[in-house]
């Protein structure tokens, strides 16, 4: 059980931090303000006591970097455009480009992981409860709304 809301809380904060992180990109939003105000709603939710408050906003930070410094290094989608709209198009500079991204998530992996491994620790297993079962409302939510390119329904 409590492997299952681990994976929970990783999960919960990985699509967090990416769904935010790709809404700056898109500039419809403020990547941080998003995070952040999503954290704020967390630690209402579990009422979280000064402590893990404390840890929980320094974890945040520390996602926010180096999610900062990936965006800041990032030229995928130049990249993808010049690529595909070349007269010839070689295989092997689309591996290079999935293979840079995947690298790419592995450093972030290794900045976001041990964070979440710290905002676990710092919850207790009730509120690890209350945000497993707060993910899987999100989760049903968002399943209800799927649909194709052009929105729900299709």
């Known amino acids: 059980m409590t492997k299952k809301i681990v994976i929970a809380l990783g999960a919960l904060a990985i699509l967090v931090g990416a769904g935010a992180w790709a809404h700056g990109m898109a500039g419809r939003f403020n990547m941080e303000e998003m995070i952040s105000n999503r954290v704020t709603a967390m630690e209402k939710l579990v009422q979280a006591n000064p ?10 930070n520390n996602i926010l970097q180096a999610l900062q410094a990936k965006k800041a290094n990032r030229q995928t989608h130049q990249q993808m455009m010049q690529l595909l709209t070349a007269d010839k ?6 591996y290079a480009v999935a293979n840079q991204r995947s ?7 290794k900045v976001i992981v041990p964070e979440i ?23 049903q939510r968002h399943q209800q709304h799927q649909g194709g390119f052009g929105g729900p329904g299709e």
């Open 103 to 109: 690298q790419d998530i592995q450093d972030l992996a």
């Open 117 to 139: 491994v710290k905002v676990h620790d710092v919850l207790t297993p009730a509120q690890r409860q209350v945000l497993a079962q707060k993910a899987q409302e999100m989760r």
């Open 51 to 60: 402590q893990q408050v404390a840890q929980i906003e320094q974890s945040k």
């Open 89 to 94: 198009l070689n295989p092997d500079d689309l």
